[in-house]
């Protein structure tokens, strides 16, 4: 089946009813705005065995090329524990293929940042325990990336980062997630950000100026590597 045209709000509607409940509502929750352009849905098999996971015969695909889009990684949780706030603007393809499921971002923005090279991936609908990966790079003012940052659940529990953290200038960031969609696991989170030469303060130590380096943000302590700077002086 092909479509020309459709709202990528209604996407979902495009599943078979039987199919897994937790990706169905990801997938009504996580996209909004924008539209679907010459998409297409293949299915060989019995549709109620979709999507075919390991050990069971049938073809399904899902070709979803999409402008436009309001796209949120993670809509599921709730509020009070912080939130992965949305990207906009979004030009890309979402995909499955069988129990895989993709978003392949060309263009995107946070705010002022734009984003580039952006996968996310459910390696299996079909898990007990759905994790969705993240892997993407962004280039943009840094103060934005870190709002992003400060703004999700981890930055809720890295209250020093908030309190203490300063950078301005523009930087490169490479974003790297694994969140768990069921179940009560933690969020993996692996996040650089690439200084080529801006002004940084932690606390109330003096502001470092022209750092070049990079600041690696995990679920532990911002740490920093091949980082070189000059202490900024009081006239």
Known sequence: MSFPTAKLSTAHRYLPVDMDKDTHHYLSKAFSAGSI?????????DPKKIPFPKGIDGEFSLNLPVTGVTYSPVPTITTSQGAWPAFNNVDGIIAMQNELFTVDISKANFKQVALSKFHAEIPSVSAKQLVLSV?????????????????SPVGKKQASLEKNLRVSGNAGLDLGLKIPLSGNADTSVDVKLTLPGNKVQWGEIPPLENLKGKIRITDTNPEFDDVTANFWEAP
Not at 37 to 45: D, R
């Open 37 to 45: 352009q010459n998409g297409k849905l293949h299915i060989k098999g």
């Open 135 to 151: 892997n993407g790079n962004a280039q943009g003012e840094s103060s934005q990336m870190l709002d992003y940052l400060l703004a």
